[in-house]
């Protein structure tokens, strides 16, 4: 489980070492998941982002709404492809993989979402998720209309435009500390449970 | 001080209607500043995100480091002004001109920061906050010596990529909402203060 | 009022080695403005191509016609947007300012149009100044049925295309020598006359 | 193993149908992978085609040279992921991870191979590949010494160079037909064989 | 007839040394135009690939169907001018002026074919070319509907496309090893046949 | 030598309606070059523009300086190249081809400076105009020094300069009004005189 290579450019604490909370919610993901995902440790090299980062993705991708969580999944890995970030592309692939109960959509959706098995409801909002990534200067009216049309509450296009804004803050930090995906991530949510043992 | 114009696409809730500790926020930054930004009240509409957005914004913003405070909103401008978002680079040009004490310089760096009255230690931080912006993906080791070149240590490096990308977030917000700057910014700092009374 | 900064990277004529009509036309300007523009003195190091230069601007910017002084200037600031040009942003952005009896028009224009505080009719003569300026190739019948929908006669597309053309020319001149904004254009039309006094 | 969704927008002819020495062709790979491709039954229904394409493929990837097979199918992987081809970077991918004996490396290389697990003259390599890819007019002398201090003879750049040229091709036809990636491929050289039983 | 200057980075084989097939193929060019073009003997570099890049080359380009010769020749030429090979767009540019007895119209067509002597109908084939060479991914439905509404056979569209897909071979080819357009390319079809005498 | 296809989007005046000094200057050019180019009637239809575009034009290619006339040509068809420009690749390649007496040279450099026969020095000063038609603001004191390597002067380096911006005017004029070459310029300088008549 341990990699060779560096998991970030920084220094990546010891979990002995972090404040009380941030150790918490490390092992609570580490319970759940059996593994601890590289952004926790390598973020908490700064503890007070570590916290507004984890605060507002909770904010996020745990809330209720029009959205399933296969769909914000769905937001975080195309915009993610759209920004070739490694990371986020890797684990939240396996996220989306699991929610989806799909084996292939983290990669269609990665690649090219407009070849993705998924309706064309969710290729509108895919649509609008990458315009906010890449070119958030023109959205206008029409956009929003644009989704109207498929049924989106407005608070659903605050939610679909504010997971791209978040992921593009996440792929830009992801990239400058160099994070590596913890290799566990390539794998889940492409195999059957009892496969994986 | 009241526009006709929306400063939003979406509901500003009222002062009297948020929760305590974003009030007591809003009141703070309007007792300091002399009105309330409309960063605050925009984003008020969903506290969890605006409690997440403020506290990552205060941990890049406020700490201390070798950035100053002049150069952190330089970062903030220069790469407001890749992304084209007026609500950033209108209200941050006007507390970069406070902050520098030159009423020129957010108009120098949100157009082209080559031809800004700023050394070339700044001006190196710039091209590489404005690669974090733009294409975080190609960011590599030669970046990284540059700045160690002018002085920059790691966690420096940290900060001007962190800021980055936090406002990579906080420019797509904007253009999502149609964030519209207050109409004070626009002057603030371009004149002696005894001149916008 | 002097800057210590060079204004050009080519020698800066004095007014006295000037040929007579370059002269006289500075003076002229600096009887009107209270200042020499940068833009005259430092493109008067050639003299030829100065009074072209000027020609053709004044041949677009102070004819009769269906757009109005400050729409031509809104077409200059925008486009000069797009191409990143700080003299032409800085010193149209006050012309602008002026004209239009509007101390943050100028701002929002260069910044990003659609976010301005303009009719629908001139968002659609700068998408298409834009347009012009970055893929003039692409320009085709349709372009011009859209304008034709909000009114303008085509010698009115013919002034915003050439207004386009000529600031392709005059941002790219900028560039090229680092010509530097006049420090009285930052302030200019941004507060009451009285104020600047 | 069949897919509701249609894998070409053309008929895919039934292999009964099909030439002599492309059913061979066919049932060889067949036997081989224990799958066919959709590349072979969808390119198929061009018969001259398909030969050609094939002779083509084979000429590049099976002769001897100075790259081996896993690195020919890293130039493949990271231009497809340069093109953005669904198919060819779930197919190629599947090859890489099997002739690489690493079940991540064509996730890295898809989405960006600065952070791949492979040598610098690897990269050199593939920054290459993707220049050919992206921006084959501006290949000069430069490129090729680059490519001579790494250890690459001049054959082994053509292979390079030629490798990429071939999947601008084939990354086209994948998209224009919309090929869509046999589910095998998802999953192969993921695990150890015993567990994909 | 010779020029100084290499027409390849690589070696070019003399006729006596290539095999049977190749050596056959050339001398029926050379007997058909009276001069050899470059693009065989450079490639013949590599016997294998030549054999595989001409037989696609005749397949596509040789081929009947919906598309007159002269419209598979813009398409080459449109989409090596959107590449910029030298190489494709004089060469076939020579063509494209033979097959549509028109000295203008490869000029045309390299530059912009928006502007180009040609049918409405041929401007949607070339913007679909077009995009197949530099946008792949983005091909979708609506795509294929403008071309079909145009009476283009869903046939003709593959047509279109793999010209698009193998000329992007080509094109890159031509640049990878800087195949230089034999002189006599320039003026075919430019002048009347006695002319040129 | 009168085509059916319109040279304008714009009405085209009449020579006898003209003011006589542009009128004078058209007769000039007919005498001179054996027809009226189409952009002297085509700009004609505003005559002041006119006279400061031909003032600007004549300002910048009939000046001595350290460029010859084929260099100042080579500018404007490698820049027109860079803008997808119909009229003025065609028109200077004419005189491009007839200055430097060679006529394969302007295919070359409209398409691929890199690629054409021309020395080191003239392709540093086409990598620079290049750069002042697409990324201006871009240009600093490191474009200069490599300008200044290949013996340029500072003027010398103002005239590339120039003439890039002015054809970025004269590019966007003939792209907005669908300026039409005049059928003449294609094969101006491809033939020896004799073989023209």
């Known amino acids: 489980m341990v990699s060779a290579v560096p998991i970030s450019r920084y220094p990546v604490p010891a979990l002995a ?58 937001i975080v890995v195309a915009t993610s492809g759209a920004n070739d970030c490694l990371y986020c592309i890797v684990a939240h692939g396996a996220i989306l993989r699991i929610y989806a109960k799909n084996p292939r959509l983290a990669d269609q959706v990665a690649v090219n979402w407009r070849k993705a098995d998924i309706t064309p409801r969710q290729k509108a909002m895919l649509a609008f998720a990458v315009k906010v990534s890449l070119h958030s200067h023109e959205i206008d009216d029409a956009d929003f209309a644009a989704l109207r049309e498929h049924g989106f509450a407005d608070e659903d296009i605050w939610d679909i435009g504010a997971i791209a804004a978040f992921f593009a803050l996440s792929n830009r930090m ?23 043992a």
């Open 17 to 74: 070492d972090l404040p009380e909370d941030i150790r918490a919610r490390i092992l609570e993901v580490q319970d759940k998941a059996g593994f601890v995902p590289n952004v926790f440790v390598t973020l908490a090299h700064r503890p007070d982002e570590f916290r507004a980062f984890f605060a507002y993705h909770d904010a996020l991708m745990l809330k209720d709404g029009g959205l399933t969580k296969a769909e914000r999944e769905m």
């Open 174 to 196: 992801a990239n400058l500390i160099s994070m590596r995906p913890n290799d566990e991530f390539y794998l889940l949510g492409r195999v059957p449970k009892e496969r994986q």
